[in-house]
T-cell receptor, first 108, second 113 residues
Framework: GIQVEQSPPDLILQEGANSTLRCNFSDSVNNLQWFHQNPWGQLINLFYIPSGTKQNGRLSATTVATERYSLLYISSSQTTDSGVYFCAVESSGSRLTFGEGTQLTVNP | ETGVTQTPRHLVMGMTNKKSLKCEQHLGHNAMYWYKQSAKKPLELMFVYSLEERVENNSVPSRFSPECPNSSHLFLHLHTLQPEDSALYLC????????????FGPGTRLTVT
């Protein structure tokens, strides 16, 4: 099956810093989603982005499908950005495969 | 609030108990999913239902039994679980087919003692 690798596994930032999270995948995809999992376990949809670039406030994402990677940018980070960021891809039949996530800690 | 609700939010059960997890979606979707998230591991897909028919069972032990009575409701019946089944169980929904976004419920944190 498709492989999904996220980097870095852990990231510690000071409030106000910018960061880039990466997701590599091993095959062509129909769907790519970025999620933020808060400390209570809720997965929050950030982006649905099988290709191209999207922006939502301080967050933006770019997927280069031909090169099989996606990037999530967080600018001016805040303590509430802390949590785990997951990339998930679908290569066939509505089945998402998740990466192992990036644990982000933003310190005040 | 994602439009997907799960109950209970927390559950502690003994290995001989029988319990059920419930998921309800208010998004008008026709596909529902159960995922398992164990500590320090990525989410693993357990079951997929499309139009109330099970279309995938990812080698899940028979002590987990899903039920989808209609397109808005999904259950996971649990019996004779093991301590290693302790995990966060997440429900999701979407439209069926490629390229549709999945939305997740808040999860049920299960502890098996």
């Amino acid at each position: 099956g498709i492989q999904v690798e996220q980097s870095p596994p852990d990231l510690i930032l000071q409030e106000g810093a910018n960061s880039t999270l990466r997701c590599n995948f091993s095959d062509s995809v129909n769907n790519l989603q970025w999620f933020h999992q808060n400390p209570w376990g809720q997965l929050i949809n950030l982006f649905y982005i099988p290709s191209g670039t999207k922006q939502n406030g301080r967050l933006s994402a770019t997927t280069v499908a031909t090169e099989r990677y996606s990037l999530l940018y967080i600018s001016s980070s805040q303590t509430t950005d802390s949590g785990v960021y997951f990339c998930a891809v679908e290569s066939s039949g509505s089945r998402l495969t998740f990466g192992e996530g990036t644990q982000l800690t933003v310190n005040p | 609030e994602t439009g997907v609700t799960q109950t209970p939010r927390h559950l502690v059960m003994g290995m001989t108990n029988k319990k059920s997890l419930k998921c309800e979606q208010h998004l008008g979707h026709n596909a529902m999913y159960w995922y398992k998230q164990s500590a320090k591991k990525p989410l693993e897909l357990m079951f997929v239902y499309s139009l109330e028919e099970r279309v995938e069972n990812n080698s899940v032990p028979s002590r987990f039994s899903p039920e989808c009575p209609n397109s808005s409701h999904l259950f996971l019946h649990l019996h004779t679980l093991q301590p290693e089944d302790s995990a966060l169980y997440l429900c999701a929904s979407s439209q069926w087919g490629p390229s549709y976004e999945q939305y997740f419920g808040p999860g049920t944190r299960l502890t098996v003692t």
